[in-house]
């Protein structure tokens, strides 16, 4: 079995910044890619920034400038820095994994139970 513990959401005024962290634990043999989704009330959950293990990175869009995803792989954690938040950034924010659980196994998906991401105006 995987846990996925998430940690860093808030409230914080427009302008400011919160850095989410997601460390895995469990039946990992590898991670492949973790990311961060989030998910705004009456909208679709939406990828906000993805990390490879060989360093690639993606982020959305309206994001990029302003939040930083980075890994420790030695400690399978997974932190999103937010900087310049915006009232729009508001929503449960979800970490995911995407891993092995051996060798020979294939990759498996896992999500956190997501962190409250409120900012003010």
């Known amino acids: 079995q995987v846990q996925l513990v998430e940690s860093g959401g808030g409230l914080v005024q427009a302008g400011g910044s919160l850095r989410l962290s997601c460390a895995a634990s469990?039946?990992?043999?590898?991670?492949?890619?973790m990311a961060w989704y989030r998910q705004a009330p009456g909208k679709q959950r939406e990828l906000v920034a993805q990390?490879?293990?060989?360093?690639?990175?993606n982020y959305a869009d309206s994001v990029k400038g302003r939040f930083t995803i980075s890994r420790d792989n030695a400690k399978k954690t997974v932190y999103l820095q937010m900087n310049n938040l915006k009232p729009e950034d508001t929503a449960v924010y979800y970490c995911n994994v995407k891993y092995r659980s051996w060798w020979n196994r294939p990759e498996s998906d896992y999500w956190g139970q997501g962190t409250q991401v409120t900012v003010s105006s």
């Open positions: 990390a490879s293990t060989g360093g690639t990175t």
């Open positions: 469990g039946r990992i043999f590898d991670i492949t890619t």
